[in-house]
């Protein structure tokens, strides 16, 4: 059975600072996604690694995956309120394409105050 | 972009009442799903719906769930009768074909079912 454990589950952090979100996982993926969901809203997609090594950026997230490892981190530089958010990490299985069978993370929630 | 849209945002319900929710997901995708969300704890996967059936579903997805896709754009998800742990934001989703370019997955905004 595949577990996806993310930590930490609650960041409060200031304005201007660094910080990274872990996600271990407990078989061999080699797909695995960043979600971002406010308050009452659907998920919105980050990011989407497929590959040992991938690492992807958007504005002041960044992304990256070790398969080796079984663990992505989401890297926060610069933190601004607009990112105070929960965060998911989710795991697909290795399997073709039937299926995307996420498994989530229990979600970082992040509060980035002024 | 393109959504998925999902309707009703928001049921309310009797115990052991039958509920039927919808999404349409987006036209030229071919994946469908359902994953569901308690309040305050993990995403959880329902079911996988390809080629007009069931792919994958998960072990909350006893008898009492149904999907079905009736038409070219509407995917349904039925609840005979309704327990109050049932209650949940659900989520329909969907994705195109093909990998690894077409790996993103669309949420959407959710159906918020209140059981009494």
């Given at each position: 059975?595949?577990?996806?454990?993310?930590?930490?589950?609650?960041?409060?952090?200031?304005?201007?600072?660094?910080?990274?979100?872990y996600?271990?996982?407990?078989?061999?993926?080699?797909?695995?996604?960043?979600?971002?969901?406010?308050?009452g809203?659907?998920?919105?997609?980050?990011f989407?690694?497929?590959?040992?090594?991938?690492?992807?950026?958007?504005?002041?997230?960044?992304?990256?995956?070790?398969?080796?490892?079984?663990?992505?981190?989401?890297?926060i530089t610069?933190a601004?309120?607009?990112?105070?958010?929960?965060?998911?990490?989710?795991?697909?299985?290795?399997?073709?394409?039937?299926?995307?069978?996420?498994?989530?993370?229990?979600?970082?929630?992040?509060?980035?105050?002024? | 972009?393109?959504?998925?849209?999902?309707?009703?945002?928001?049921?309310?319900?009797?115990?052991?009442?039958?509920?039927?929710?919808?999404?349409?997901?987006?036209?030229n995708?071919?994946?469908?799903?359902?994953?569901?969300?308690?309040?305050?704890?993990?995403?959880?996967?329902?079911?996988?719906?390809?080629?007009?059936?069931?792919?994958?579903?998960?072990?909350?997805?006893?008898?009492?769930?149904?999907?079905?896709?009736?038409?070219?754009?509407?995917?349904?998800?039925?609840?005979?009768?309704?327990?109050?742990?049932?209650?949940?934001?659900?989520?329909?989703?969907?994705r195109?074909w093909?990998?690894?370019?077409?790996?993103?997955?669309?949420?959407?905004?959710?159906t918020?079912?209140?059981?009494?």
């Amino acid at each position: 059975e595949l577990k996806v454990e993310q930590n930490p589950l609650f960041l409060s952090m200031q304005e201007g600072k660094n910080y990274t979100i872990y996600c271990n996982y407990s078989t061999t993926s080699d797909r695995l996604y960043w979600y971002r969901q406010d308050p009452g809203k659907s998920l919105e997609s980050l990011f989407v690694l497929l590959s040992n090594g991938a690492v992807k950026q958007e504005g002041r997230l960044m992304a990256s995956l070790d398969t080796k490892a079984r663990l992505s981190t989401l890297h926060i530089t610069a933190a601004v309120h607009d990112l105070s958010a929960t965060y998911f990490c989710a795991v697909a299985p290795p399997r073709g394409n039937a299926g995307n069978m996420l498994t989530f993370g229990g979600g970082t929630r992040l509060m980035v105050k002024p | 972009e393109p959504e998925v849209t999902q309707t009703p945002s928001h049921q309310v319900t009797q115990m052991g009442q039958e509920v039927i929710l919808r999404c349409v997901p987006i036209s030229n995708h071919l994946y469908f799903y359902w994953y569901r969300q308690i309040l305050g704890q993990k995403v959880e996967f329902l079911v996988s719906f390809y080629n007009n059936e069931i792919s994958e579903k998960s072990e909350i997805f006893d008898d009492q769930f149904s999907v079905e896709r009736p038409d070219g754009s509407n995917f349904t998800l039925k609840i005979r009768s309704t327990k109050l742990e049932d209650s949940a934001m659900y989520f329909c989703a969907s994705r195109s074909w093909g990998a690894p370019t077409n790996e993103k997955l669309f949420f959407g905004s959710g159906t918020q079912l209140s059981v009494l």
